[in-house]
């Protein structure tokens, strides 16, 4: 039987999952069936993952939803928000960082990249890690979980959150878990297409989900309003004198992912 820790790690690595799934299918392979040399396809691959590493205001909340949830699931309780949150935030990336060195283990990792990115196939499948494994001190990881507590009833940080929660519910218990048990031929092409219908928002009226996104690509889209996020942590900053540090490093690059200038709602 497992034990709460184990469960509770579900969701860290569900979360990584995901933005390792969007990550792959919307720019790795792309990438590996343009018409670019190995040289040139393994160079943009790596930029494209070292780019991720802007949007850990984001993913804390995309982490912190799915760690919600997963609560709920188990039944177990929260009995101080800030505690819960940091041990979800840490634990992710402990598990981020054993993806890192093992990125075998990792559900997504792309087996031929040595045939389409050559020589550098190993970084293009272990950057995606590296870039949610922030340089983090204690101080910076409180500022992190502050700026959430503080700031998780707002518009654009609820819908990621409760967009995480909806998606981990759909993974867990809702159409998706239903899928998986069908062991049909046709399962991965259903699973990477499929959408929500307003049926699926019954209990998930906060939800930052979108009908016309396909499921496997809801991350990059919920990274849409990461810029905003940005300027209300550093209006957080200033009006809190919390000096600049670490944090601001990460997510002031003017860089985005590439896959955000597309619209994804065609």
């Known amino acids: 039987m497992k034990n709460k820790i184990e469960i509770m790690t579900r969701a860290s690595k569900w979360a ?9 299918y919307r720019q790795l392979l792309p990438l590996a069936m343009s018409k670019k040399n190995k040289h ?14 802007k ?12 760690s919600y949830q997963n609560c709920i699931i188990n039944n177990f309780k929260i009995k101080d928000e800030k505690s819960f949150y940091k ?13 890192y060195y093992h990125p075998k283990q990792s ?42 507590i503080n700031y998780k009833k707002n518009p654009y940080i609820s819908n990621i959150f ?28 259903k699973l990477l297409t499929a959408r929500l219908k307003t049926i699926h928002f019954k209990n998930f009226k906060k ?11 809801s991350y990059f889209y919920l990274l849409i309003p990461n810029n905003y996020l940005v300027a209300l942590f550093l209006k957080y900053q200033f009006e809190s004198k ?13 860089r985005d992912v590439l896959d955000l200038l597309v619209d994804m709602t065609k």
């Not at 393994?42 to 780019?51: C, H, N, P, R, T």
């Open 87 to 99: 041990e979800q935030l840490i634990n992710f990336f402990k598990v981020v960082k054993n993806y």
């Open 242 to 254: 919390i000096k600049k540090g670490n944090i601001n490093k990460i997510i002031t690059s003017n």
């Open 16 to 24: 990584i999952h995901t933005i390792q799934i969007n990550h792959k």
């Open 162 to 189: 409760h967009g995480a929660r909806h998606y981990f519910h759909i993974e867990e218990q809702g159409f998706f878990y239903k899928l998986k048990g069908t062991k049909k031929e046709s399962l991965a092409a």
């Open 107 to 148: 559900m997504q990792f792309f087996d031929m990249a040595r045939k389409f990115f050559g020589k550098k196939h190993k970084l293009v499948n272990s950057t995606i890690f590296a870039s949610h494994m922030p340089k983090l001190n204690k101080s910076d990881i409180d500022i992190l979980l502050d700026f959430f």
């Open 207 to 217: 939800s930052g989900l979108d009908k016309r996104i396909a499921l496997r690509n």
């Open 40 to 53: 040139e396809r393994s160079v943009i691959a790596i930029q494209q993952a070292k780019i991720l590493k």
């Open 55 to 66: 949007y850990i205001l984001s993913y804390m909340c995309y982490l912190f939803g799915a």
